[in-house]
């Protein structure tokens, strides 16, 4: 039942997103000192100046706040326990076999999935000569190992009537890897494997009992697209020919650190995407000291990018979007400080723009939607080189072939060489392995065969999901996806999902088209920086007709907060109440965290906090 006392919230933050940005655009449309270069008159009875440099309060800050976040988002990321032995079944119709100590009625079976998918033929013996095959209502195997079951728990289906059981084998269908399994008896408790006797090479199925949870939840297993991407990370490990290869290498190669550091566990293959969404906060942190000089702007900005909603529910799941936005922002940051570096110091220039091609290189490596990211630098390379030819004119010729040069090598080269270079680990299977697998024809078919099954799969998609969402409802954070829901015993629900802060996306929409105001009005070189940067990620979603959800909207969320952080540093210089105004906007974007904190991390809640507190609109968010 939808509450009507949850209707105020809505209209309290929109309102006071709409007041907010008001007065940004009353006060910014007086006569007041403007910011121009490094270093300006900070405001109206004030003779304060601006650093781009950080301080020494800038570390403290940027230290603190990435610390903090980093607390919060690895609490309740994962287990750090599961199986990690696995009974390898190197074909089909092989079988492992146990024996109870007495004949027991059993109630039940638990099994950890490992890699590779077919059915299992689990069957009980009385006597062990005669086997009853253990099957679903439809006939099918009652134990079952598909691309949706591997790496967590899962329950067999067993017969009603089976009777005192003594021996129990489970037949391999094809090559599979089966981690753990657990009998439970007529008491519903576990049977101890101390009380088996257990077939020679089997070991391995009952020796990590006490990694088996009471229940299901996300923090013991994969759920959404992790029953992609981590089992991808593990076969590259492995140098096996990947499941997934819809997306380019990098980022799983990158989930696959965190499996090596803490194993094949919720928590090994969360943990990297959770430390890159710690990693943007001091990246985001210099990228606003950079632009806007004062520290006040870029730790309130800052906070508002580590609170939103977005970047705490996509970072923490095992996807590889965390990895796309991270190199995104190092790529704007580079660019930005390419932009701003002196004339007068071309080999520094040069550097941070080199580093801005290696980041897209890296982004693109990671996922293709970097690929637009990359086309708004290029966009912000040619105004940045329109501008210099209107000024300098004919000056400028020698530095502009230069620099065509210099972004041919680092924007085409040396990203086209990271492209080609992160599918290593596909070289094996293909019969392309050793140190110079680059270098053979069967790594570069491998390549190349595979850039063509990603377009066709992207451009021929075509499916349904009951939370995906168009670009134009990201806009205004109507459709949420749901990314886990489940039940407990006592009757609450868990569930989380992917969406921006209300008050992020809907005053930094107000906040954009304000940025489009001064790029027109005043030539505003940061505010035409932000627009380009957001109109790069977000147009190409508006030609394309395929499936798409929220979470594509997260590149876009970095450049919301640009243009937020941008209002922080006006109103510090213009207001004399800017505290008030910077203070209360990250104050209520907290209190927003704290009270959607359970629908971000899977914490149990009522029914009646939902219909209060979250549930703002009834129709399109799905908690």
Same mark, same amino acid.
């Given at each position: 039942?939808?509450?009507?006392?949850?209707?105020?919230?809505?209209?309290?933050?929109?309102?006071?997103?709409?007041?907010?940005?008001?007065?940004?655009?009353?006060?910014?449309?007086?006569?007041?000192?403007?910011?121009?270069?490094?270093?300006?008159?900070?405001?109206?009875?004030?003779?304060?100046?601006?650093?781009?440099?950080?301080?020494?309060?800038?570390?403290?800050?940027?230290?603190?706040?990435?610390?903090?976040?980093?607390?919060?988002?690895?609490?309740?990321?994962?287990?750090?326990?599961?199986?990690?032995?696995?009974?390898?079944?190197?074909?089909?119709?092989?079988?492992?076999?146990?024996?109870?100590?007495?004949?027991?009625?059993?109630?039940?079976?638990?099994?950890?999935?490992?890699?590779?998918?077919?059915?299992?033929?689990?069957?009980?013996?009385?006597?062990?000569?005669?086997?009853?095959?253990?099957?679903?209502?439809?006939?099918?195997?009652?134990?079952?190992?598909?691309?949706?079951?591997?790496?967590?728990?899962?329950?067999?289906?067993?017969?009603?009537?089976?009777?005192?059981?003594?021996?129990?084998?489970?037949?391999?269908?094809?090559?599979?890897? *089966?981690?753990?399994?657990?009998?439970?008896?007529?008491?519903?408790?576990?049977?101890?494997?101390?009380?088996?006797?257990?077939?020679?090479?089997?070991?391995? *199925?009952?020796?990590?009992?006490?990694?088996?949870?009471?229940?299901?939840?996300?923090?013991?297993?994969?759920?959404?697209?992790?029953?992609?991407?981590?089992?991808?990370?593990?076969?590259?490990?492995?140098?096996?020919?990947?499941?997934?290869?819809?997306?380019?290498?990098?980022?799983?190669?990158?989930?696959?650190?965190?499996?090596?550091?803490?194993?094949?566990?919720?928590?090994?293959?969360?943990?990297?995407?959770?430390?890159?969404?710690?990693?943007?906060?001091?990246?985001?942190?210099?990228?606003?000291?950079?632009?806007?000089?004062?520290?006040?702007?870029?730790?309130?900005?800052?906070?508002?990018?580590?609170?939103?909603?977005?970047?705490?529910?996509?970072?923490?799941?095992?996807?590889?979007?965390?990895?796309?936005?991270?190199?995104?922002?190092?790529?704007?940051?580079?660019?930005?400080?390419?932009?701003?570096?002196?004339?007068?110091?071309?080999?520094?220039?040069?550097?941070?723009?080199?580093?801005?091609?290696?980041?897209?290189?890296?982004?693109?490596?990671?996922?293709?939607?970097?690929?637009?990211?990359?086309?708004?630098?290029?966009?912000?390379?040619?105004?940045?080189?329109?501008?210099?030819?209107?000024?300098?004119?004919?000056?400028? *010729?020698?530095?502009?072939?230069?620099?065509?040069?210099?972004?041919?090598?680092?924007?085409?080269?040396?990203?086209?060489?990271?492209?080609?270079?992160?599918?290593?680990?596909?070289?094996?299977?293909?019969?392309?392995?050793?140190?110079?697998?680059?270098?053979?024809?069967?790594?570069?078919?491998?390549?190349?065969?595979?850039?063509?099954?990603?377009?066709?799969?992207?451009?021929?998609?075509?499916?349904?999901?009951?939370?995906?969402?168009?670009?134009?409802?990201?806009?205004?954070?109507?459709?949420?996806?749901?990314?886990?829901?489940?039940?407990?015993?006592?009757?609450?629900?868990?569930?989380?999902?992917?969406?921006?802060?209300?008050?992020?996306?809907?005053?930094?929409?107000?906040?954009?088209?304000?940025?489009?105001?001064?790029?027109?009005?005043?030539?505003?070189?940061?505010?035409?920086?932000?627009?380009?940067?957001?109109?790069?990620?977000?147009?190409?979603?508006?030609?394309?007709?395929?499936?798409?959800?929220?979470?594509?909207?997260?590149?876009?969320?970095?450049?919301?907060? *640009?243009?937020?952080?941008?209002?922080?540093?006006?109103?510090?210089?213009?207001?004399?109440?800017?505290?008030?105004?910077?203070?209360?906007?990250?104050?209520?974007?907290?209190?927003?965290?704290?009270?959607?904190?359970?629908?971000?991390?899977?914490?149990?809640?009522?029914?009646?906090?939902?219909?209060?507190?979250?549930?703002?609109?009834?129709?399109?968010?799905?908690?």
């Amino acid at each position: 039942m939808f509450s009507n006392l949850t209707i105020i919230f809505p209209l309290a933050v929109a309102l006071y997103a709409l007041l907010w940005c008001c007065r940004w655009a009353g006060i910014h449309a007086r006569a007041v000192p403007r910011l121009r270069g490094p270093r300006a008159e900070a405001g109206p009875a004030r003779q304060d100046t601006v650093s781009r440099r950080m301080s020494r309060l800038d570390w403290y800050l940027m230290g603190a706040l990435t610390l903090v976040y980093a607390v919060i988002a690895f609490i309740g990321l994962g287990d750090t326990d599961a199986p990690q032995t696995y009974l390898h079944f190197e074909q089909g119709n092989t079988y492992a076999q146990v024996e109870l100590a007495h004949p027991q009625t059993i109630t039940g079976a638990r099994y950890w999935s490992g890699l590779c998918t077919a059915d299992y033929l689990l069957q009980f013996s009385a006597d062990g000569e005669t086997w009853v095959d253990q099957v679903q209502s439809d006939g099918t195997s009652g134990m079952t190992q598909n691309y949706t079951q591997l790496f967590r728990w899962n329950d067999a289906v067993l017969n009603a009537d089976n009777g005192p059981v003594r021996y129990v084998r489970i037949t391999s269908g094809a090559e599979q890897y *089966l981690g753990e399994v657990v009998l439970y008896g007529a008491d519903g408790a576990p049977i101890d494997p101390a009380e088996m006797t257990i077939a020679d090479g089997c070991e391995m *199925l009952f020796d990590e009992q006490d990694t088996v949870p009471a229940e299901y939840s996300f923090k013991n297993g994969t759920y959404f697209d992790e029953i992609y991407f981590p089992r991808t990370a593990l076969e590259h490990i492995q140098e096996r020919w990947p499941y997934e290869i819809t997306h380019p290498p990098l980022g799983k190669m990158i989930i696959s650190l965190g499996i090596r550091l803490f194993g094949m566990t919720p928590f090994g293959w969360r943990s990297m995407g959770t430390l890159f969404g710690v990693l943007m906060l001091p990246m985001f942190y210099l990228l606003l000291k950079r632009m806007f000089g004062f520290t006040a702007a870029a730790a309130a900005g800052s906070g508002v990018f580590a609170l939103d909603f977005m970047h705490f529910a996509q970072t923490r799941l095992a996807t590889i979007d965390s990895y796309a936005v991270f190199f995104t922002i190092l790529m704007y940051l580079f660019m930005y400080m390419w932009l701003t570096e002196p004339p007068d110091r071309p080999r520094k220039k040069l550097l941070w723009l080199a580093l801005s091609g290696v980041s897209f290189g890296l982004g693109a490596a990671s996922k293709w939607v970097c690929i637009y990211a990359g086309a708004g630098l290029g966009v912000i390379w040619i105004v940045y080189w329109a501008v210099r030819f209107v000024r300098e004119k004919k000056a400028a *010729l020698n530095a502009f072939w230069l620099n065509v040069g210099w972004c041919l090598i680092f924007f085409v080269v040396v990203p086209c060489f990271i492209y080609y270079a992160s599918y290593w680990a596909y070289g094996p299977s293909q019969g392309a392995d050793g140190p110079f697998r680059l270098f053979k024809k069967e790594y570069f078919k491998t390549v190349i065969d595979n850039q063509v099954y990603m377009w066709n799969y992207h451009s021929d998609l075509v499916s349904t999901h009951p939370y995906s969402s168009m670009w134009y409802q990201w806009l205004f954070d109507a459709r949420p996806i749901l990314y886990y829901l489940a039940s407990t015993a006592d009757g609450q629900t868990v569930s989380f999902a992917a969406f921006n802060c209300p008050l992020v996306s809907w005053a930094g929409l107000a906040a954009m088209a304000g940025m489009g105001w001064l790029a027109i009005r005043d030539r505003d070189e940061r505010a035409i920086f932000i627009l380009i940067g957001y109109l790069a990620n977000l147009l190409p979603w508006v030609l394309i007709t395929r499936l798409t959800f929220a979470y594509h909207y997260f590149p876009c969320t970095v450049f919301l907060v *640009l243009a937020i952080s941008y209002i922080f540093c006006d109103l510090r210089r213009h207001d004399e109440r800017w505290r008030a105004s910077v203070g209360s906007f990250v104050a209520l974007t907290a209190v927003l965290f704290v009270i959607f904190y359970p629908v971000l991390a899977g914490v149990p809640r009522t029914a009646g906090y939902s219909q209060v507190f979250l549930k703002w609109f009834k129709d399109t968010w799905p908690f």
